[in-house]
């Protein structure tokens, strides 16, 4: 059943465009990948569940109604969070408050009303999201998240006010009318729960595989230097390609088992293919808002928490995904927005 059910939210999901191809039928299965037993030397790695899948969510929502908080002597935000049941981020938002947070008694805080999802332990931003049958990157504006995009347990996440109001009773196929995933949801909702206080895992630098319940620390500055992840010819270039058809990236004729070399040292952030249109897909964090994208991979070296460096082979590429002949899908993303590839590249690939 739950292959069943991945396969139904698989097929709404629209991203890449397939290269020079109208008359393209999605395959009737999800791509089987491999990962590579030889990569550093090491034996296969168990299969783990997605990040969004290792712990389960329930559906705690309180409705918040709207108002205004007069601060008491001893009061803080989150416990002013606490008493009123809304986000202790939503209520800084909407008063204008930055860190420190500093409040005084007598001042008068908007409280924001609406229904907020209390955090629980290993709880993602994608399962929260799927839980309530609402899309993450709703949340991800609604609460002003940013990178590098960790939860806290006890945060409250506002919900939109499209999300179903009993979510428990939404059938798969209204789960998946209301719910997707593409590349910026895993950027920004992939990472499970910590603990207040608690520090994200370091990154490996060796392949090994990391429990999904595991929040994994991310790169600090970036330069945003670029090398080409592939030689080859670009087959389909960044921007609209009409109909409504958008690239994010670039696609590049290559090889079937042609090297992936990482584009920028940094984190990896997803290795798999639950995303069926680009079927093999690497995302690598690079810090400071960077991220780049590696699909249509027919071969994983490479885990999710695993530090690579530039020009490093995490990958063989192939035809996985909604795609007719070999080739790697490119994408260079920075905040959350996709720019184009050729301008941060060098000029000879």
Known sequence: MRHVAILILLLGITACIPAGRDDYAPPPVRPQLATDPAAL???????????????????????????TYVVRPGDTLRGIANRTGAGSQIIASANGLVEPYVIHPGQRLKIIGGRYHTINAGETGIAIARAYGAPWRDVVELNALEEPYVLRVGQKLLLPASAPKDPANLTIEQRAAAFDLDIDDIVTGGQPALADGAAAKEPSDWRKAIAPSTAIATPGAFSGQFLWPVKGTVISSFGSK???????????????????????GGVVAYSGDEIGVFGGLILINHGSGWVTAYGHA??????????????????????????????????????????????HLPKNS
């Open 242 to 264: 009409g109909g409504g058809k958008v690239n994010d990236g670039v696609n590049i004729g290559v090889a079937k088992g042609t090297p992936i070399r990482a584009s920028a």
């Open 41 to 67: 030397g090491t034996a296969p790695q168990p299969t783990l569940s997605s990040s969004w899948e290792a712990s389960s969510v329930t559906a705690n929502a309180r409705t918040v109604a709207p108002g």
């Open 298 to 343: 027919d071969r994983l070296n490479v885990t999710r928490g695993q530090q690579v460096s530039a020009g490093q082979v995490i990958g063989l590429a192939g035809e996985s995904g909604y795609v007719q002949e070999p080739q790697l899908h490119f994408e260079i993303r920075k905040d959350r927005k996709p720019v184009d590839p050729k301008i």
